[in-house]
């Protein structure tokens, strides 16, 4: 585990590269298919994992384009309580917010029951309305939260 870790910490995106997106899916493909030689995690193996795919995207652009080999491989950890992963999702959002962090929390707030989905939507609303985050990041919130207060 603590070699993928290091994998994880040590990797960086190279936006200079066209295509960046590739290496990107590629690289936790890799690191998807060396977890499952460990399946199963720890409840700190998991702490861990999710802190450091976290720590990936702080490293990251916050426009970065959605990667769905690390959306999957993130929501994929901590189930089926998600414990660990929705008090890192929220913090995360309240911490930096890009397009990754918010697909992530909205995807997670799909799989909730009406009364649990009320208590993010002031966070998807205040970074629509955060001057502290960059336009894109701040319209894909604003049409997540008017997203969920129509479904």
């Known amino acids: 585990m603590q070699q993928i870790l290091l994998k994880i910490n040590n990797f960086n995106i190279d936006t200079?590269?066209?295509?960046?997106?590739l290496d990107v899916s590629d690289f936790f493909d890799e690191i998807t298919m060396d977890l499952e030689e460990i399946d199963p995690l720890t409840e700190q193996q998991k702490k861990d994992l999710i802190d450091a795919l976290f720590g990936f995207i702080?490293?990251?652009?916050?426009?970065?384009?959605?990667?769905?080999?690390f959306i999957h491989l993130i929501e994929s950890i901590?189930?089926?309580d998600y414990a660990i992963y929705d008090s890192k999702l929220i913090e995360i959002n309240t911490k930096i917010g890009s397009k990754n962090t918010l697909l992530l929390l909205h995807r997670h707030i799909n799989s909730l029951d009406v009364d649990e989905?009320?208590?993010?939507?002031p966070l998807l609303e205040n970074i629509a309305q955060?001057?502290?985050?960059?336009d894109?990041?701040?319209?894909?919130?604003?049409?997540?939260y008017e997203y969920q207060l129509e479904n």
């Open 117 to 121: 989905k009320k208590k993010y939507l």
């Open 58 to 69: 702080e490293r990251s652009p916050s426009d970065m384009q959605e990667d769905f080999s």
């Open 136 to 144: 894109e990041v701040r319209e894909l919130a604003f049409e997540l």
């Open 16 to 21: 200079t590269i066209d295509d960046y997106e």
């Open 78 to 80: 901590d189930t089926p």
């Open 130 to 134: 955060n001057s502290g985050y960059n």
